[in-house]
């Protein structure tokens, strides 16, 4: 009898001083040491700590189990129970979460995008119903990107005239209308395309200088701004989050907005960094003139015009939304 209670001892003392109620998975496609990865972290401990222990997230990190490209379908079938999505990524579908994040072009503010974007989302329920099965709990927000180059800066847009430049498909359109090659290749190519001349520039953000070297074989960050727009990137699984009590739901919902905007600030730090390693480098940084600025991203209005149809065509509020967009844009 004795030994039988010393065994229960020695077991009950090797369990947790709690055990949550909801043991829970998290998957990303990025590192814990990513900027996405280290704010994953912190909303998971946040979380837990305000469930009082109620809520256990096991996170998986590095693609273990979720790709970026089809992560929402991923998460609505189960492969996690909460998980980083990127809608923009998918090949098809999800129309107006991947099409809407190219309609704020020009905005330079990523705060402001994110602000306008989360509105937007109140306000049309079809960015929700399109990610049938998926319960989405934060957002992000890409900081904008410029042009960085080899041999010269740019300063006005004849200067972008006969530059091969590494570019998103998004891109290309603009750069040809201004004597430029837009060329899509992976970024892991982009560096050794960058020293052997191949292109002589590529469409990157500030922390691309560091955290891809790219100060290494660039000599001028020509601040031509890119904007990459907003979209839903943290979800729960739909039967999952049916599970959940009210309290546990609501614990969620409260920290979407603090996961948003803390993904942001990580974001921006790396971007800041990126700067500074650049400025050791002796890379060149120039601003481009407002009106140069302004005759660049005008050129996105045809295209994102057509984009808007389309999804009009669909029975989607494409061209309402890019109305609004483009209005909150000049306030």
Excluded at 159 to 178: E, N
Excluded at 183 to 190: D, K, Q, W
Aim: with cysteine; proline share 6%.
């Amino acid at each position: 009898m004795l030994r039988t209670t010393a065994v229960i001892a020695l077991c009950l003392a090797a369990l947790p001083a709690w055990a949550a109620d909801f043991n829970l998975t998290y998957a990303s496609p990025y590192t814990e040491a990513h900027p996405y990865g280290a704010a994953d972290a912190e909303w998971i401990a946040r979380i837990e700590e305000q469930s009082g222990g109620r809520v256990d997230i096991t996170p998986y990190w590095g693609r273990t189990l979720i790709t970026s490209r089809e992560g929402v379908d991923e998460l609505a079938a189960g492969v996690a129970d909460i998980a980083y999505i990127a809608p923009i990524y998918a090949r098809s579908g999800y129309d107006m979460n991947r099409l809407v994040p190219g309609m704020f072009y020009g905005y330079t503010d990523p705060k402001k995008v994110l602000d306008v974007y989360m509105d937007l989302v109140e306000q049309f329920p079809v960015f929700d119903e399109e990610l049938d099965g998926v319960h989405v709990v934060g957002y992000n927000v890409g900081t904008p990107m410029h042009v960085l180059l080899r041999d010269k800066p740019v300063e006005t847009l004849d200067d972008l005239q006969g530059l091969r430049i590494r570019s998103a498909v998004d891109f290309i359109g603009p750069l040809a209308a201004f004597g430029a090659e837009g060329v899509t290749m992976p970024m892991t190519e982009t560096y050794p395309s960058l020293e052997k001349g191949v292109v002589d520039g590529v469409i990157a953000p500030y922390e691309a200088l560091k955290s891809l070297s790219f100060a290494e074989v660039v000599g001028y960050y020509s601040e031509l701004p890119h904007s990459r727009g907003a979209y839903p990137s943290r979800g729960v699984n739909g039967d999952v989050w049916s599970s959940l009590p009210e309290d546990i739901r609501r614990i969620f919902d409260d920290n979407t907005e603090w996961l948003s905007l803390r993904t942001l600030e990580l974001a921006q730090e790396a971007e800041d960094a990126g700067r500074a390693y650049g400025e050791e480098q002796g890379v060149k940084f120039n601003a481009v003139a407002p009106e140069v600025v302004a005759e660049y991203s005008e050129s996105f209005a045809p295209v994102i015009r057509e984009v808007a149809e389309d999804l009009d065509a669909m029975g989607k509020p494409g061209t309402e939304v890019l109305d609004t967009i483009r209005a909150a844009h000049t306030q």
